[in-house]
């Protein structure tokens, strides 16, 4: 799995002109999954997530993680993640498939909801519109192929 996270003042993902999800201060999670993931990826990544501590604290010290900041999540399925930019035209083949992807989406995010955070989500394989206001701007990439032991 990989993420693109984004601390965000505000964020929200349209779908046909109407607004699917809405978050405050927290994290723009842009997820990508390839086809070996499994649920265990989906749980390490959660933690990850949710854990890390890139919000300033009284000292301006990226010192705070998400609990601390009561920040919320708006986590938006990302394919394009796992392009193949070899040639010109990507290719996603190293993505996974929506029958192995959705479930794990979903458990991306009970695994966020589980730790006590709000999550909005966009809709799996939607044309989405996503806008932010970047905070910081502080922008992290997650990838739990690197990170597995």
């Known amino acids: 799995m990989k993420a693109v996270v984004t601390r965000v003042i505000e964020a929200t993902v349209t779908i ?9 201060r927290g994290f ?6 390839a086809p070996n993931d499994t649920e265990k990826e989906a749980v390490y990544l ?7 501590r890139v919000f300033e604290d009284e000292n301006g010290k990226m010192n705070l993680n998400l609990e601390k900041v009561c920040g919320e999540l708006l986590v938006v399925s990302q394919f394009t993640l796992f392009a193949d930019l070899k040639s010109r ?10 029958d192995v992807a959705v479930p794990l989406y979903e458990k991306f995010m009970e695994e966020c909801e589980a730790r ?9 394989g939607a044309d989405m519109q996503v806008a932010s206001v970047n905070d910081g701007p502080v922008t992290l990439l997650f990838d739990t192929g690197i990170t597995r032991s």
């Not at 046909?16 to 405050?24: C, D, R, S």
């Not at 723009?28 to 999954?33: A, D, K, R």
């Not at 035209?89 to 190293?94: K, L, T």
């Not at 006590?116 to 799996?124: D, I, P, S, T």
Request: glycine share 22%; hydrophobic share 40%.
């Open 116 to 124: 006590g955070f709000h999550v909005e989500h966009g809709e799996f």
């Open 28 to 33: 723009l999670v842009l997820l990508g999954i």
């Open 46 to 52: 959660a933690d990850r997530v949710c854990g890390v």
């Open 16 to 24: 046909n002109g109407k607004v699917k999800g809405k978050i405050g």
């Open 89 to 98: 035209r990507p290719g996603f083949s190293g993505a996974a498939k929506p």
